[in-house]
C-alpha cells in the first residue's frame, strides 16, 4: 500500500470492493458490508433512535447482527430482517431477542413487516437486496411509506455504474433519481457520504420535515 500512495480513486474502489467480498466479517459472520457506510448507520441510528431497524438482503445476517448490537448499546430499537431466504443466517443472529426474520419477497411480505411497526414508530430502512432498477424502485416507493419525518431511508449499493463497473444497469442510482423525481417528501442526505468513499452515492435518503402549516404526505 505504501508503494501506491498516488493510486487514483478509480483504482482504489476495486481494492476495496474486493476486500468487502472477501474478507469483510463482524463477529466472525460473513458481512458484505462497506465499514465506511456501516459506521455512517451507527451515526444515523444513534442521532434519530429509531424503533424499528428494517434490512432488506441479509446474506449471512452480520449486519444484522451489528445492528442488533447496537440497539444492545443504546437499550433501544428491534431489527427485522427481509430475505428470500435465510438459511446462511446463523443462530447467533436469529437467536439474538431483539432480531426478526421474515422469509420472502420483500414487497410481498411488505404487509407482514407492517404488521411489526406500530403507526407512530420511527423506522430505519436499508434497501440491499436484488439491485435492478425495477426493484430497487418498487421496494422504495413501497416502503417509503413507513419512513417518518426526519428518518432515513438507505439504498446500498448505488455505486455500480457510478463508481464500480459490477452489478446491473441501471440500477439502484437511477432507481434513486427515479424515486425523488416523483417524490419531493425525500431528499438524498449528501453530507453522510463524508468518509468520500461510500458504497451508497446519493443512496442516504432521508424524509422531509414538514414546516409549519405544511400537511404530511400520506
Not at 7 to 15: H, K, N, Q
Request: hydrophobic share 40%; proline share 6%; glycine share 8%.
Amino acid at each position: 500500500m505504501e508503494m501506491r500512495l498516488d493510486a487514483t480513486l478509480a483504482e482504489v474502489l476495486p481494492v476495496v470492493q474486493q476486500g468487502i467480498m472477501d474478507h469483510t466479517t463482524y463477529f466472525g459472520i460473513r458481512t458484505l458490508k462497506n465499514p465506511l457506510d456501516a459506521w455512517v448507520y451507527q451515526e444515523i441510528i444513534v442521532e434519530t433512535r429509531p424503533n424499528v431497524i428494517v434490512e432488506i438482503g441479509n446474506f449471512h445476517g452480520g449486519h444484522l447482527l451489528a445492528l442488533a448490537h447496537l440497539c444492545d448499546a443504546m437499550g433501544h430499537g428491534r431489527v427485522i430482517g427481509v430475505d428470500q431466504s435465510h438459511h446462511l443466517v446463523p443462530p447467533v443472529v436469529r437467536d439474538h431477542p431483539r432480531v426478526t426474520l421474515i422469509e420472502g419477497d420483500a414487497c410481498e411480505t411488505f404487509a407482514q413487516v407492517q404488521r411489526l411497526i406500530a403507526a407512530d414508530e420511527q423506522v430505519l430502512l436499508i434497501e440491499d437486496s436484488a439491485h435492478t432498477f425495477d426493484n430497487t424502485l418498487q421496494v422504495l416507493r413501497q416502503y417509503a411509506l413507513l419512513v417518518q419525518p426526519g428518518g432515513y431511508f438507505i439504498v446500498e449499493d448505488s455505486i455500480c455504474h457510478h463508481g464500480l463497473e459490477v452489478g446491473p444497469k441501471p440500477g439502484p442510482y437511477e432507481a434513486i433519481e427515479a424515486f425523488l423525481n416523483e417524490n419531493p417528501w425525500f431528499e438524498s442526505d449528501r453530507s453522510r457520504e463524508h468518509f468520500l468513499i461510500t458504497w451508497n452515492p446519493r443512496g442516504y435518503l432521508r424524509k422531509r420535515v414538514p414546516t409549519s402549516g405544511v400537511s404530511r404526505p400520506e
